[in-house]
């Protein structure tokens, strides 16, 4: 079935270095791939997503960028703060099924200060 | 605006026993989703609805879970018999026309004993 990697599992970085998150995905289908955070106990939230006719996209300190050819889409934070600290969760579409999402593994991201 | 609101927040059940859960997702929004979510794990999609309508249920193991969305508005989701592994967070999501950004509950944590 379709299946989205994700890497690293565990980063740790200094409090103003960057992080990147990187995803690989099987389904050539999937035209739409949203990044979530999740905070310890709490809900996923939606932090970025980006579409397939979208080679990248920037919202202040947080970037994604994606290539269809290769099926690898990958979240870059600058700047990062402790309350950067989160698991955070690549997604791509199912297909043609709408907006039902695949999720990768996770990202567990420390920021240190 | 309101959220997406699930019931229970936990249960502990033993195995072979059943349970239930409930979501009653944004007003207006069409689809919803459920989601499993394993400690350490990304969420994985067992059923999507749109309206009162199965979209996809491919992932949902048949043999014991069962879920509806009878009015087209809440939603339950039902394990019967359950097993230890369907220990998890069992997360509810609905999303709006026209927009991926899926908006989750915060979750109803099953113990499977």
């Known amino acids: 079935g379709e299946n989205v990697e994700q890497h690293p599992s565990t980063l740790s970085v200094q409090e103003g270095d960057s992080a990147v998150i990187k995803c690989t995905y099987s389904?050539?289908?999937?035209?739409?791939f949203p990044w979530y955070k999740q905070e310890l106990g709490k809900r996923p939230q939606l932090i970025i997503d980006?579409?397939?006719?979208?080679g990248e996209k920037k919202d202040q300190r947080i970037a994604v960028t994606l290539n269809k050819t290769a099926k690898h889409f990958s979240l870059h934070i600058t700047e990062t703060q402790p309350e950067d600290s989160a698991v955070y969760f690549c997604?791509?579409?199912?297909?043609?099924?709408?907006?039902?999402?695949?999720f990768g593994k996770g990202t567990s991201l420390l920021v240190t200060p | 605006e309101a959220g997406v609101a699930q019931s229970p927040r936990y249960k502990i059940i033993e195995k072979r026993q059943s349970v239930a859960f409930w979501c009653n997702p944004i007003s207006g929004h069409a689809t919803l989703y459920w989601y499993q979510q394993i400690l350490g794990q990304g969420p994985k999609l067992l059923i999507q609805?749109?309206?009162?309508?199965?979209?996809?249920d491919s992932q949902l193991p048949k043999d014991r879970f069962s879920a509806e969305r009878l009015k087209g508005v809440d939603s339950t989701l039902k394990i019967q018999p359950a097993k230890l592994e369907d220990s998890a967070v069992y997360l509810c999501?609905?999303?709006?026309?026209?927009?991926?950004?899926?908006?989750f509950g915060e979750g109803s944590r099953l113990t499977v004993l």
């Open positions: 980006i579409r397939s006719n979208v």
């Open positions: 999501a609905s999303s709006g026309p026209n927009t991926g950004e899926l908006f």
């Open positions: 609805f749109q309206n009162n309508g199965v979209v996809d």
């Open positions: 997604a791509a579409s199912l297909g043609v099924r709408g907006y039902a999402l695949n």
């Open positions: 389904d050539s289908a999937s035209n739409y």
